[in-house]
Nanobody
Framework: QVQLVESGGGLVQAGGSLRLSCAASGIIFSIRNMGWYRQSPGTQRELVATITSDDVTKYADSVKGRFTISRDNAKKTVYLQMDSLKPEDTDSYYC???????????????WGQGTLVTVSS
């Protein structure tokens, strides 16, 4: 069974930085796109950044120029470097990956359990 485990969340002051990591484990043949999403209670989960297997990236307008997504395919890990953090970045951050399923013969989405980021003013 494939699992995604996030780490790196915590409390930081406005203007500070955090680096989130998400490692995939289990029997994995291939990972296509990977990404980070965030969600507050009572709101819809929103895209923060995604990265393809060819390292093509996409960012939400609200984080462009401040956040950087990257991946290490050998380690099956995706990272989110968050700089110049703002109080409005406070959220639970979730890792997402499209993982090849031999049983389904297609890629399927897998989600991490989430990590909380709190930015104080």
């Amino acid at each position: 069974q494939v699992q995604l485990v996030e780490s790196g969340g915590g409390l930081v002051q406005a203007g500070g930085s955090l680096r989130l990591s998400c490692a995939a484990s289990g029997i994995i043949f291939s990972i296509r796109n990977m990404g980070w999403y965030r969600q507050s209670p009572g709101t819809q989960r929103e895209l923060v950044a995604t990265i393809t297997s060819d390292d093509v990236t996409k960012y939400a307008d609200s984080v462009k120029g401040r956040f950087t997504i990257s991946r290490d395919n050998a380690k099956k890990t995706v990272y989110l470097q968050m700089d110049s953090l703002k109080p409005e970045d406070t959220d639970s951050y979730y890792c997402n990956a499209e993982v090849w399923s031999a049983a389904l013969y297609r890629y399927r989405e897998v989600w991490g359990q989430g990590t909380l980021v709190t930015v104080s003013s």
